[in-house]
């Protein structure tokens, strides 16, 4: 089966920095992929490469068979939608209206049925109305993850989904993502929770310092070998009804 | 439908404004001289409503709307309600081009000064747009325009310190300092084309504007031409902030309030706040023209001195209470 999405030596850089070295990856239809690495791994970089918002410095990203920053805006949107890592929203419309944004080209009755429905999947519907600065962070975090799931594209991309929600939503995040895969959708999100990777994913990708440093089934990349490589931890896994759970301590502890 | 009741409410508001201020001035009226107004072409009661106020109060409302449009779109297209054409040195640099013009002595060509002063502002639009491309992110954009506005300032000193004439110096100060006095019929139809040209570029760009909502890279994923409405969005903002100049001189303040007044009305949503705001800027500039007119001064006040009074410490209110929501 073809890849949804293709990293084929791909080098980004940022100014004079060096941010993704010589990448490869591929993801396949109806899988979901975690990217996972410490801070600055370029696992943001990652993501807006494959949306076409950055421009590889070397080597091809291939968005359904394209190069995404050659695809028209319209027609990128179809295939690939995302909800950044920033939550911060310019002005305090209402939930609902945030979350149509995701079918913004779409007939403004359609668009705002697809927000209602997502906003019920997100466990929202009774706030539809509410202005997102009257809301909490989390509540809004979900708006913005309503939006994602309202474009219906097939490749979703969710750049730290769970960063700073609570444990239930961190859980419905990923319940929902894994879901959207079970229609068929791709969906590649970043995370820094690896038992969330772990017991979620179909595989791992672990970057480091802007390198591929293993691609593969959840336990298979985040093998002890590569969680002290590039996470500088002494970890073991631990199988628990709910999925394996990572323990782990500091290769190097302060005392 | 509670947004062309929104709309609605603010013609009929505005025409109201604008009776308020073709009827009242100076010159005091009795209920026979308002009849001669109305049916004798040609009196002085005529000639005092329809010559003389009733443009003035549509130069007004023009110069409002194109303030009003300005910064509505210069609010949406950098998610900061504080930014507006003065802020960003677009009214600056227009200014700049007039006083230029003046100084020179070519403000004797017909439609000199207003052409230059549409040149200013469609450099300094220039300018932010390249800006903008290199550096997307709102107050690194808010930043250059505090520094074109400082410069602008800054050449338009050294054109009044190397001005050779007292004179020319004399009327660009007259001019900077905002007013739509003795305003015919002509300056208005004059302002009225880049209006309507700003309106539909702004039309056009609404939705960018909306979209932007969620900052520049979602944005860029949301299947608009977003480089194209961002162009238009910024080309708009500096034709009508142009206009606006052109007509009666820097003008502060209002391109800041309109939206304000109007924002929460369309729950905050950047696409549907263009006319609104637009109305409501020419509103707010009919009633501080008739304010200004009306003052109990010897010389009569400077609209713009009048907006600028007012809006300041507006200004400081808006500033303060956006610094209170983005620390929460």
Partial sequence: ?255 | MKRLGLNLFLVIALVAGFALATTLGETRLGLDQYLQAFTQPGSAPWEILWSIRAPRAAAAAVVGACLGLSGALMQGLLRNPLADPGVLGVSATAALGAALTIVLGLAVVPGAVEASALVGAALAGGCLLLFAARFPEPEALILFGVALSSFAGAVTALVFNLSPSPIATAEVLAWMLGSVENRNWGDVAWGLAPLGVAVVLAGHAGRGLLALTLGEDTAATLGLPMRRLKLAAVAAASIATGASVAMAGVIGFVGLASPHLVRAAVREDPSRLLAPSALAGALMLVLADLAARMAPTEVELKLGVFTALVGAPLFAFVAWRAARSWRS
């Fill in chain 1, 1 to 255: 089966m073809s890849a949804v999405l293709e990293f084929q030596g791909v080098t980004v850089a940022i100014g004079r920095r060096e941010v993704l070295s010589d990448v490869d990856a591929a993801f396949a239809p109806g899988t979901l992929t975690a990217v996972c690495g410490p801070n600055g791994a370029g696992k943001t970089t990652f993501i807006k490469a494959a949306l076409g918002v950055v421009k590889p410095k070397a080597g091809r990203v291939r968005l359904f068979g394209r190069e995404p920053h050659q695809v028209a805006p319209d027609a990128r949107a179809g295939l690939a939608g995302y909800l950044p890592q920033e939550r911060r929203i310019g002005w305090g419309m209402s939930a609902l209206r945030i979350a149509a944004l995701g079918a913004i080209t779409a007939a403004p009755a359609d668009a705002e049925a697809r927000a209602l429905a997502a906003l019920e999947r997100v466990g929202l519907s009774g706030l539809a109305d509410r202005g997102v600065f009257e809301m909490s962070g989390g509540e809004r975090a979900r708006v913005l993850l309503a939006r994602l799931l309202v474009t219906g594209a097939p490749l979703l991309l969710a750049d730290e989904p769970v960063a700073g929600l609570d444990p239930d939503a961190q859980l419905l995040t990923l319940e929902l993502l894994r879901a959207e895969t079970a229609r068929g959708a791709t969906a590649i999100v970043t995370l820094h929770d690896l038992s969330l990777a772990a017991r979620f994913c179909d595989q791992v990708l672990v970057l480091d310092h802007g390198r591929a440093a293993a691609q593969g089934a959840p336990l298979e990349a985040l093998s002890p070998a590569v969680l002290k490589s590039a996470f500088h931890l002494d970890a073991a896994w631990t199988d628990t009804p709910h999925g394996p759970v990572l323990s782990s301590a500091r290769v190097s502890p302060l005392d």
